[in-house]
Nanobody
Framework: VQLQASGGGLAQPGGSLRLSCLAS????????VGWFRQAPGKEREGVAC????????YYAESVKGRFTISRDNGKNTAYLKMNSLKREDTALYYC???????????????????WGKGTLVTVSS
């Protein structure tokens, strides 16, 4: 059972990136999936999540209207499309399942769980 995040890189303010989260060893659509990020010196925060059962999505206020979480069941992959990037979006981004919460204003995973390597997003001119 593994999730592999990729697609990070350097983007200019106002630019876009799309992160991918490839699942292996299980069927991603059966689970809620979330994207989290941790900026230098800050705690990890949930930015977006999607329910597996009905595809409901929730976003942190800081990214609402700019980020979109989606899923391609045929590729067993989740995505995070990030538009209108800001310098404060710079962080290490992780995808995860086994969420504690995926609802309005609350996207959480047990911090003691395994998080994987993440993918680094740097927004800079």
């Amino acid at each position: 059972v593994q999730l592999q995040a990729s697609g990070g890189g350097l983007a200019q303010p106002g630019g876009s990136l799309r992160l991918s989260c490839l699942a292996s060893g299980f069927t991603l659509e059966h689970y809620a999936v979330g994207w989290f990020r941790q900026a230098p010196g800050k705690e990890r925060e949930g930015v977006a999540c999607m329910w597996g059962s009905d595809g409901r999505t929730y976003y942190a206020e800081s990214v609402k209207g700019r980020f979109t979480i989606s899923r391609d069941n045929g590729k067993n992959t989740a995505y995070l499309k990030m538009n209108s990037l800001k310098r404060e979006d710079t962080a290490l981004y992780y995808c995860a399942t086994d969420l504690l919460e995926c609802t309005v204003g609350d996207i959480r995973k047990d911090p003691s769980d395994y998080w994987g390597k993440g993918t680094l997003v740097t927004v800079s001119s």
